[in-house]
């Protein structure tokens, strides 16, 4: 067996009504002497708490800074998040944490607040600027004490040590270090009832891809954890999915997608992602639609593409998505995963072909820029190294051609 590396959060709590608690857990966690604070009851304590406009709107705040303040901690609220945000969001929220002292951050969102979060909390502590920690391993610590508490089922990101930044107007660059995985995960599935449909199914075919390339990934550190991982979250995920998207406060449905999409980040945080993402990432940028739905888009193609070399490939996984591909050959599973795929995006109301978004959403787009996408594809070297097939950018013009 290869050795392997494991990282994630320090601490994970996950159960229905748990966010209720989260001024006992940041007093404990985030205040306490093992975060270097000299006191333990709060009183020297300034958080910050990083959010968006929506989850103010959705007033998920309200029962959460309730507690803060009755567990004595002063807390202020950061909420300029923007979906994929942009460098100069990260700054402003970081002039904030210095501005007010601040001792721990909270990040509670989707992946745009929990990422800000995570820069926050290192920007704001070492003062090192953002433009230099772009990569993997650049990152210099220490970090103020910091917990994430996800709002969506998709990105994970409450357990990875990424955070993924919208550098120019289509770019975007991810600061990856072990700095960045929080002291505490707060997994309340209460959080995403109110969810709307479309951003339900969306960030649930993130998490299920997050699982997929995790399980299949190239990367030298892929190890038995993660496949692990990455086949209960398939199994959780692919079980939770319609329930979820039909009736968004179905109790055993939201726990199945919130700890899905977390076991998907814990797989894919320790053996990375590859040609999905990287076909995804030019198709969010180019057409403004949000991360789980560029990846939708791209997903039974790549998959597709991948099979051609090798029949068998996504045979282990499949069955954990859709316990009947257990019946299929697995020199067939793999193309079956695809089209089985296609078809869930389709029931669960997500656009499946590319023109569709082109053509709507403020876009008019045309095939034309296919060959542009293709390009871009290209630079997310550190994601194609992963795939299972090499990928060249007539491959990657392929695929979105298939796609479109
Ligand atoms: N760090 C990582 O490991 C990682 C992994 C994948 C993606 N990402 C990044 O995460 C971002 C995408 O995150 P996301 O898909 O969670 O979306 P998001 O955080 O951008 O949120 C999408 C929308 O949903 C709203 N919303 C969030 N929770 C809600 C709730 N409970 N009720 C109602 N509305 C709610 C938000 O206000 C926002 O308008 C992208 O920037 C992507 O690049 C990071
Ligand atoms: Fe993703």
Wanted: charged share 15%; proline share 7%; glycine share 10%.
């Amino acid at each position: 067996m290869k050795p392997f590396t494991f990282d994630t959060a320090h601490s994970i709590v996950f159960g229905a009504g748990v966010s209720g608690r989260i001024g006992e857990l940041a007093l404990q966690r985030l205040c306490g002497p093992a975060s270097g604070e000299a006191a333990s009851d709060g009183a020297n304590a300034r958080v910050l708490l990083v959010t968006d406009q929506g989850v103010v709107a959705a007033h998920l705040l309200d029962p959460a800074l309730r507690s803060l303040r009755a567990a004595g901690l002063a807390t202020e609220v950061f909420d300029g998040v923007v979906a994929d945000p942009p460098e100069a969001v990260v700054l402003a929220a970081v002039a904030q944490a210095r501005a007010m002292r601040a001792t721990a951050v909270i990040g509670f969102g989707g992946g745009s607040p929990m990422d800000t979060a995570k820069l926050v909390a290192l920007l704001a502590r070492t003062g090192a600027a953002l433009g230099d920690i772009y990569g993997v391993g650049k990152a210099v610590g220490p970090r103020l004490p910091l917990m994430l508490v996800p709002t969506t089922a998709g990105t994970g990101s409450e357990v990875t040590p990424v955070a993924v930044v919208t550098t120019g107007a289509r770019e975007k660059q991810g600061v990856v270090s072990p700095l960045l995985l929080p002291d505490v995960a707060l997994l309340d599935p209460e959080l995403t009832y109110g969810l709307p449909h479309h951003v339900t199914a969306a960030t649930g075919v993130d998490a299920m891809v997050h699982a997929i390339e995790a399980h299949e990934s190239l990367n030298p550190n892929n190890n038995p954890l993660s496949r692990l991982l990455a086949r209960e979250a398939l199994r959780l995920l692919g079980d939770g999915i319609r329930s979820a998207v039909r009736e968004g406060t179905h109790p055993e449905a939201r726990c199945q997608m919130m700890l899905g999409a977390m076991l998907a980040g814990q797989a894919f945080a320790n053996s990375p992602v590859a040609a999905v993402h990287a076909l995804a990432y030019p198709v969010g940028a180019h057409f403004h639609v949000a991360h789980g739905l560029s990846n939708a888009l791209v997903l039974p193609h790549v998959l597709r593409f991948n099979c051609e070399t090798d029949g068998g490939a996504y045979a282990g996984v499949a069955p954990a998505l859709f316990p009947f591909l257990a019946g299929t050959p697995a020199s067939r599973r793999g193309l079956a995963l695809a089209d089985a795929l296609a078809h869930l995006i389709e029931e669960i109301g997500l656009p499946t072909r590319l023109r569709d978004v082109a053509a709507g959403n403020g876009n008019r787009a045309g095939r034309e820029v296919l060959p542009g996408l293709a390009r871009d594809a290209m630079k997310q070297t550190r994601l194609l190294v992963n795939n299972p097939r090499p990928l060249s950018e007539a491959d990657a013009l392929g695929i979105y051609e298939a796609a479109w």
